[in-house]
């Protein structure tokens, strides 16, 4: 059974960093084009970033590029996303999700990030 | 890049049929094959409905189809049952390695 676990979400306050974490099991990690969706509260979807199997190819959002890095560590099944400079505009829910025949196939729980002061 | 338009709502009575429209531009809907569709029940995670404009994921019910004409993708549920109200988007690559949803459309069941 496929299974993505988001972790590291909280409370940051505007100007802080943050990594979220993605761990992923049920299927083989190495394969698979991996994903981040985010969700405002009360607001819809909002495409994130990819990441290539390999980890060599990465896809980011215009409205994020420069201040969001998206990795994985394909020994450790985990996907992860590193944010800089946060926005209050920020606060969403963080999905991961497996990426597959141009759609997101599997996606994970998600994590709350909230930034505010 | 903009946001697919959706309908912010939309309704029908169990047994009925229901399409919700998404509509975008030459640049992601109209220019790519590559229309998706998610169901979100509250406080739950997105699930894949529909790829590939037409295509339905091994256990997604054939009540649900899509399709697509020009720069519009739509997603039907036939045979409405209380279950299928969710709420729903679609997603659409957007060239230039970009990928872009729609607003959302709450399906209520009547």
């Known amino acids: 059974e496929v299974q993505l676990v988001e972790s590291g979400g909280g409370l940051v306050q505007p100007g802080g960093s943050l990594r979220l974490s993605c761990a992923a099991s049920g299927f083989t990690f190495n394969n698979y084009w991996m994903t981040w969706v985010r969700q405002a509260p009360g607001k819809g979807l909002d495409w994130v970033a990819n990441i290539k199997p390999d980890g060599s190819v990465k896809q980011y959002a215009d409205s994020l590029e420069g201040r969001i890095t998206i990795s994985r560590d394909n020994a450790k099944n985990s996907l992860y996303l590193q944010m800089n400079s946060l926005r209050v505009e920020d606060t969403a829910v963080y999905y991961c999700a497996t990426s597959r025949d141009w759609a997101f196939d599997y996606w994970g729980r998600g994590t709350l990030l909230t930034v505010s002061s | 890049q903009s946001a697919l338009t959706q309908p912010p709502s939309a309704s029908g009575s169990p047994g009925q049929s229901v399409t919700i429209s998404c509509t975008g531009t030459?640049?992601?809907?109209?220019?790519?094959?590559?229309v998706s569709w998610y169901q979100q029940h509250p406080g739950k995670a997105p699930k894949l409905m529909i790829y590939e404009v037409t295509k339905r994921p091994s256990g997604v019910p054939d009540r649900f189809s899509g399709s697509k004409s020009g720069n519009t993708a739509s997603l039907t549920v036939s045979g409405l049952q209380a279950e299928d109200e969710a709420d729903y988007y679609c997603?659409?690559?957007?060239?230039?390695?970009?990928?872009?949803f729609g607003g959302g459309t709450k399906l209520t069941v009547l």
């Open positions: 030459t640049g992601d809907v109209g220019g790519y094959n590559y």
């Open positions: 997603n659409s690559y957007a060239g230039n390695s970009n990928w872009v």
